[in-house]
């Protein structure tokens, strides 16, 4: 277990987890027009995607760098994310 948390292959499963979550929350929007809009649920998955993109960069031992490109791309994404949300709330 400790093998699988250092070598960042729970970023992986859990990312291929949220790209599961991304598509099926789209196919319900789609379909059924439940729940969010996919541009809306984007900017939110992107941010959160690139803070487990950071972590695994820490974990494997990448260059600092890389988790500053991550973090810095997490922080876009949600300054975004709370961009749209904004402008909803304001009409």
Do not use: N, Q, T
């Not at 250092?6 to 599961?20: K, N, P, Q």
């Not at 260059?63 to 973090?71: D, Q």
Request: charged share 15%.
């Amino acid at each position: 277990m400790a093998d699988f948390l250092a070598s960042g292959r729970v970023v992986d499963f859990i990312l291929v987890f949220m790209l599961c979550e991304g598509l099926l929350l789209a196919l319900l929007y789609h379909r059924r027009g439940i729940g969010v809009a996919p541009a809306v649920l984007g900017p939110m998955l992107l941010a959160g995607a690139a803070l487990l993109l950071a972590l695994r960069a820490a974990l494997i031992g990448d260059a600092w760098p890389w988790m500053a490109l991550w973090l810095i791309l997490a922080l876009v994404a949600h300054l975004w994310d709370l961009g749209l949300r904004w402008r909803r709330s304001d009409a």
